[in-house]
């Protein structure tokens, strides 16, 4: 209907629809970013005439994605109204899966978080579990909180994620966990709640969402490390996340220490290994207790123990960090970043000694012009960076130049003729071959 | 109970009872003498009041004042009015419960801005963030809470039977982290239950959205309330209509034990143990004042009570003997203990 309306309107004169389209979208994310609000504004940056600009905000206060807002500085005469983006236009659904927790929330349409939940979960369950999960809340969210119905979702998912070739088309997943493999995950997640989706590793989004609300807000070159069981890092350069070719960038658990593997020396399973020896050989009295207590050591009692204390955990906690400050510096040292975030469980626990140990190989082995403002900190934002970040994706893929101009006429990214052609695929192949059975239903 | 949450970021839980002061600590708060202000959603619970004592005791023990406490009223503005008003006085610390969720973040984030530590009862508002918008949060295990009471109810449930969710229509962390709760470990272990709701917004209309659950679905088995207030609200509704409901509930405030201990609807309680959240609430404050690096979450887990223990889970709860009237009514019932 839009897209009609646009073509007959005669002021602006768009030579094509897809003109109107271009324009409309670089109107939008001029209001959307900030970076023009008033006419005048949106006149000079556009580089689009009067006429035009007008045409186009009118159809886009009629298509719901724009609003008339405050009066803004006058330079001289009248106040200019400001436009405003319309952030609850719609709502994103976004999801961070780890191997033993699921985070979910709800952002709006600038990406901005408005609620949260997180819970343990076992990967190792099944997809069919977890998908169900995440429908399950994710329906209750809504519901709950009255948000506007969805527009995408984004996943952080542990594990890389390939490059998807076309747009809407939902990626093989989770290729490193062998019990996932030929799940229709995306897709069937997609179909649930018909929207579409995207899809970013854990790191990576976590990455992003320390780039945009945590520690790295404001900066263009920081580097995360999520020290879990697994050690990965991600890396945004010049204000860009680095994806890599294969999307896979950031695998520096996979460094070799001797001849170990960084993640079998430095991950939360190995600290926890250690932990258990030296509670069996009593060189750590505080978890020999805790063992003898509970029947199991994890690297927050590790934690826990060295801020109390125990020489042991502090001395390993120590170790681990050097060891991961040792695979950081060559990546400090080509990258130049101004910060360092250090995330996931073992960071969380690790105290000061892991930090310390980090801190201390980073600038032994850093040039010092590269060390020399370089920052490096314990993150603020725990798991809320993935669901930050998972926001993010879908607000960068959605607005996207090439993708908005495929929507824009329509007023919501639902009715982009090619996301349409994609549920329609999805449908039919869905039907075709029903999903495996992977792990018990929870209702 | 062990924990079965985890934080507002996701957090493990720290326990409470590994947050503690050594004897060098003690005795430099004790020569700084802080200042705290506490701002609570309202004063006049039990909770609240046992929360407060908890606080109250375990600052007086380290020579910290509690120079102001704060009732809200459950009012959003004054909440953000105290805060904005706290941000210019003499206090050290403030230990507040945020009552809606990003509407008062920002009061919150200036304070700590002002140069105050500040505690959290329960959650942060999304968007808080540990270390740079509040030192640290100390809350029930909320999640666990919901499972408890969904085991405990399940029992009273037949097989393909119904259950009600008497839910809390403001948006509350800790309300929905219960509910949550509740609904997966029914969905987990007891399949074949169908589960319905009614929200209620104000306290008032709890007892008619109960009855409302009761029309919509007529062999409805049982209730799980969000907590204690409106599950008696429930009972007295469901009670003038004739009906007699297995509920159970997150607290064990004082008519709710009255309830059980008359071996009424409430069958069985997920309680906080509020004393000894206002006590860990305290000690994060005053490490946080001395400049030791606290958690981001400390958590306390809930505890069960039943109509049978309810005298014992009082003591504990409370810090205090059950009143008369629950241990005659135990004796009445021929449950109460010598």
Request: aromatic share 4%.
């Given at each position: 209907m839009a897209e009609e309306k646009t073509a007959l309107r005669?002021?602006?004169?768009?030579?094509?629809v897809d003109a109107a389209q271009a324009s409309l979208a670089l109107l939008l994310n001029l209001v959307r970013t900030e970076t023009a609000t008033t006419r005048q504004e949106l006149e000079r940056s556009s580089e689009l005439g009067r006429a035009v600009v007008a045409d186009r905000l009118a159809t886009m206060i009629e298509l719901g994605l724009l609003k008339e807002g405050e009066l803004g500085q006058a330079t001289g005469g009248r106040a200019p109204r400001q436009m405003r983006f319309r952030q609850d236009a719609g709502s994103l659904l976004v999801s961070a899966i780890d191997q033993s927790s699921i985070a979910l929330g709800i952002a709006d349409l600038?990406?901005?978080?408005?609620v949260e939940h997180h819970e343990a979960a076992q990967l190792n369950e099944g997809p069919e579990v977890i998908l169900d999960r995440l429908a399950t809340i994710f329906d209750w969210l809504l519901e709950e909180t009255?948000?506007?119905?969805?527009?995408g979702i984004g996943l952080a998912l542990p594990g890389p994620i390939e490059k998807s070739p076309t747009e809407f088309e939902a990626v093989p997943v989770l290729q490193s966990l062998q019990s996932w493999h030929g799940f229709p995950f995306l897709e069937r997640l997609s179909m649930r709640f018909g929207v579409p989706i995207f899809a970013r590793s854990g790191v990576q989004t976590m990455t992003m969402g320390e780039a945009k609300a945590?520690?790295?807000?404001?900066?263009s070159d920081i580097i995360y490390v999520k020290l879990g069981r697994s050690i990965s890092a991600g890396l945004i350069s010049e204000g860009q996340l680095h994806r890599g070719a294969q999307g896979a960038?950031?695998?520096?658990?996979?460094?070799?220490v001797g001849d170990d593997l960084l993640e079998a020396l430095a991950g939360a399973d190995a600290i926890a290994r250690d932990g258990m020896a030296a509670a069996a050989d009593g060189r750590s009295p505080y978890l020999a207790q805790t063992l003898s207590r509970r029947g199991e050591l994890s690297v927050v009692d590790i934690g826990h123990a060295a801020q109390l204390g125990d020489l042991f955990c502090v001395d390993l906690l120590g170790r681990c960090g050097r060891f991961v400050g040792e695979a950081l510096a060559p990546l400090t040292n080509l990258i130049n970043p101004a910060l360092i975030v250090i995330g996931g469980v073992v960071a969380e626990s690790g105290g000061d000694s892991l930090l310390a140990g980090i801190r201390e190989a980073v600038y032994r082995q850093s040039h010092p012009m590269v060390s020399r403002d370089l920052q490096i900190m314990r993150s603020q934002m725990g798991a809320s960076s993935g669901l930050v970040g998972a926001a993010q994706v879908v607000v960068e893929e959605l607005f996207a130049p090439p993708m908005l101009q495929g929507w824009i006429g329509q007023g919501?990214?639902?009715?982009?003729p090619e996301f349409q052609k994609s549920l329609e695929r999805l449908t039919e192949t869905l039907a075709a071959k029903p999903a495996p059975q992977a792990g018990r239903v929870a209702p | 109970m062990s924990i079965a949450g985890l934080g507002p970021h996701g957090e493990r839980a720290v326990p409470a009872d590994q947050i503690q002061l050594t004897a060098i600590d003690t005795i430099e708060a004790q020569a700084r003498r802080f200042t705290v202000a506490v701002v609570l959603?309202?004063?006049?619970?039990d909770w609240s009041k046992q929360e407060l004592a908890g606080i109250a005791a375990t600052l007086g023990l380290h020579s910290a004042a509690l120079v102001e406490v704060v009732d809200c009223n459950f009012d959003v503005d004054q909440q953000i009015a105290a805060l904005t008003r706290l941000a210019e006085e003499p206090v050290d610390a403030v230990i507040s419960i945020p009552i809606g969720n990003a509407r008062v973040a920002e009061a919150h984030r200036k304070l700590t801005q002002s140069g105050r530590k500040l505690v959290l009862l329960d959650n942060a508002p999304t968007g808080m963030l540990p270390g740079?918008?509040?030192?640290s949060v100390v809350s029930t295990d909320n999640f666990g809470l919901g499972q408890s009471c969904a085991a405990m109810l399940s029992k009273h449930i037949p097989s393909g039977g119904a259950a009600g969710i008497l839910g809390y229509?403001?948006?509350f962390f800790a309300t929905h982290e219960r509910e949550i709760a509740f609904r997966k470990w029914m969905g987990i272990n007891r399949p074949d239950v169908t589960l319905v709701r009614e929200r209620f917004?104000?306290?008032?209309s709890a007892g008619t959205a109960a009855l409302e659950m009761l029309r919509s679905t007529?062999?409805?088995?049982g209730i799980f309330a969000v907590w204690d207030v409106p599950a008696m609200k429930a009972v007295r509704a469901l009670a003038q209509q004739g009906y007699d409901i297995p509920i159970t509930t997150v607290d064990l405030g004082n008519e709710v034990a009255i309830e059980m201990a008359r071996h009424g609807?409430?069958?069985g309680v997920g309680a906080q143990m509020p004393y000894d959240q206002g006590s860990a609430a305290a000690r994060v404050t005053l490490a946080a004042l001395l400049g030791l690096a606290v958690p981001p979450w400390v958590a306390l887990g809930g505890r069960e009570v039943t109509p049978f223990d309810v005298i014992e889970a009082y003591q504990v709860i409370w810090h205090q003997p059950a009143p008369r009237i629950i241990i005659e009514s135990l004796r009445d019932m021929g449950g109460a203990q010598n």
């Open positions: 005669s002021v602006g004169r768009p030579r094509s600038n990406g901005q978080l408005l009255e948000k506007p119905a969805p527009w945590g520690g790295g807000r404001g900066l960038a950031g695998m520096i658990g996979h460094s070799r919501s990214p639902l009715r982009h | 959603h309202t004063t006049s619970s740079t918008d509040y030192a229509g403001i948006d917004s104000e306290l008032d007529p062999g409805l088995a609807m409430i069958k």
